[in-house]
């Protein structure tokens, strides 16, 4: 998970929402979010699906439907 | 929230803990102060130009002269408030307090609590009939309604919506009342008085913020999963263009002066202001412009080691990427 767009004590807020959420996992900082620009990332949540050889197959995929389709076809390549 | 008479809208910035006045015409701050913590809603009581704000981490219900930005008074609500609603007729502010599940009474001339109401987790946002005097709080982790009475607060009844509610709008007849359903990326259409769920429409991604036009024709959704605002046709609910705005957009409000709509944008910290957004614009890109590319490289902190960790580390690998925020 990347955490994007905090503005204000990001690693405390994230480590608080974590805690409140559950999540568990490696979670990143984009603080100023230019990574998320690079990406062309412009709301949140946002999932990006990439595949093995490094290329993003799927931009979006937020309700548990899409999210589960897209990782299902993800996992079907060779 | 618009004032048109004064030409204002009035901003909550929930990260700055912060209300802005905004000239209208100019574009531009004219007060800005300070309130509790992470303020999320704004309600102004024209009657006595005082502005309301929810104070979602403090507790609290901050009021302000509408004019200056002055603080007129701080008051304890129940837990989390992340939403308000407001009848001017029977002078009444209500919280929707999200943790503890409750909705907040406040008088507003003697601005005192005179009530609660016992709603669901996840009380936010609520919608107010002043003609009939029912108002509706949705749940946002209930995946309800709760309906109660403005001037009793006598509960009413409840509502099963999809996941995640987080927005309630009347149609300007009283007849409807329209629901952002974030989770399943839904708008709900539930016909009044009867409360049933009558239809339901896609919209683009994670859609939060709502607004009905003045002549109930359309509907604008803050896709704040895309950085859009959908424009539906409130009748048949479908989406009729879609409008790139800032990051993250949170909710919008129409300046029924001009029929500007205005877009506040909690990721870019901005407000987005389109003029004429009922004409239709480009069609939307049918992918994201990232699929299909190399995954541009990155190089981030860790939020619990402070470890630098690069896409390196992942590399011939299968996975998915979460971008999130706090708010």
Request: with cysteine.
């Amino acid at each position: 998970m990347i955490n994007v767009w905090e503005s204000v004590d990001a690693t405390q807020e994230v480590r608080d929402f974590c805690r409140v959420w559950g999540i568990e996992g490696t979670v990143l900082l984009d603080e100023t979010g230019e990574y998320a620009a690079r990406l062309g990332i412009t709301g949140v949540p946002t999932n990006v699906l990439v595949g093995a050889d490094g290329v993003v197959r799927r931009v979006g995929a937020t309700t548990p439907t899409e999210l589960h389709a897209a990782v299902d076809a993800l996992l079907d390549e060779d | 929230m618009v004032d048109p008479a004064a030409r204002r809208a009035f901003v909550a910035c929930s990260r700055d803990n912060a209300v802005a006045a905004v000239d209208l015409d100019r574009c531009a701050v004219v007060w800005r102060a300070e309130v509790g913590r992470e303020p999320i809603p704004v309600v102004l009581d024209p009657p006595t130009r005082r502005l309301f704000t929810a104070d979602a981490r403090s507790d609290t219900v901050t009021v302000l002269d509408a004019d200056t930005g002055g603080r007129v008074a701080q008051l304890r609500v129940g837990s989390y408030p992340a939403g308000l609603g407001h009848d001017v007729a029977r002078r009444r502010v209500f919280t929707g307090d999200t943790a503890s599940g409750t909705v907040t009474a406040v008088d507003a001339d003697s601005l005192e609590v005179v009530g609660t109401v016992r709603a669901q987790l996840g009380a936010g946002s609520i919608a107010v009939d002043a003609g009939t005097g029912r108002a509706y709080c949705v749940n946002f982790m209930s995946a309800s309604l709760t309906v109660f009475d403005s001037g009793t607060l006598r509960p009413l009844g409840r509502i099963p919506v999809h996941d995640g509610p987080c927005k309630a709008v009347l149609a300007p007849d009283g007849r409807a009342l329209y629901v952002t359903e974030s989770l399943p990326g839904t708008v709900a259409r539930v016909a009044l008085p009867g409360g049933r769920v009558v239809g339901r429409s896609p919209a683009e991604r994670a859609p939060v913020g709502l607004h009905a036009s003045d002549d109930g024709r359309w509907l604008y959704v803050c896709n704040r999963g895309a950085g859009t605002v959908g424009v539906h046709d409130a009748r048949t609910g479908g989406e009729q263009h879609r409008i790139t705005v800032g990051n993250g957009p949170g909710d919008c409000a129409v300046d029924p002066a001009t029929g500007r709509l205005l877009v506040s944008n909690a990721g870019s910290g901005t407000l987005t202001v389109v003029d004429r957004p009922w004409l239709p614009g480009g069609r939307p890109a049918a992918a994201h412009p990232a699929e299909g590319r190399p995954l541009p490289g990155f190089s981030l902190p860790d939020a619990f080691t402070g470890r630098v960790r690069t896409s390196r580390e992942w590399a011939e690998k299968k996975y998915v990427i979460d971008f999130f925020a706090s708010w």
